[in-house]
Nanobody, 128 residues
Framework: QVQLVESGGGLVQAGGSLRLSCAAS????????MGWFRQAPGNEREFVAT????????YYADSVEGRFTVSRDNAKNTLYLQMNNLKPEDTAVYYC?????????????????????WGQGTQVTVSS
């Protein structure tokens, strides 16, 4: 079973940057597509970004396109989310997640229920 541990969250001013990391245990990380989600207080969990197992294909939510970059280092079993030009509306708990099977459509990766294992989350707070 793969376990995920996020880190890198914190408090930052609007316009600032943070890089989140998600360290995976287990030998299946490099075989799994991965994603980032976030949940703000009172809101439903929402998709942020996804990356395929090789790191060659990525997709983003419209709200973060051009500001966030998802990447991975399979040799280090680590997933990253570089967040630039942060806005107060980016404030949320950020979760990394992994799937145990591939899906035929990019839209399938936007659905949290299609991921099979999750980290505990890391808080990101952006002040105005």
């Amino acid at each position: 079973q793969v376990q995920l541990v996020e880190s890198g969250g914190g408090l930052v001013q609007a316009g600032g940057s943070l890089r989140l990391s998600c360290a995976a245990s287990g030998r299946t990380f490099s075989n799994n597509d991965m994603g980032w989600f976030r949940q703000a207080p009172g809101n439903e969990r929402e998709f942020v970004a996804t990356i395929d197992k090789s790191g060659s294909s990525t997709y983003y939510a419209d709200s973060v396109e051009g500001r966030f970059t998802v990447s991975r280092d399979n040799a280090k079993n680590t997933l990253y989310l570089q967040m630039n030009n942060l806005k107060p509306e980016d404030t949320a708990v950020y979760y990394c997640a992994g799937t145990l099977r591939p899906y035929p459509s990019a839209a399938d990766y936007y659905i949290g229920g299609n991921y099979h294992y999750w980290g505990q989350g890391t808080q990101v707070t952006v002040s105005s």
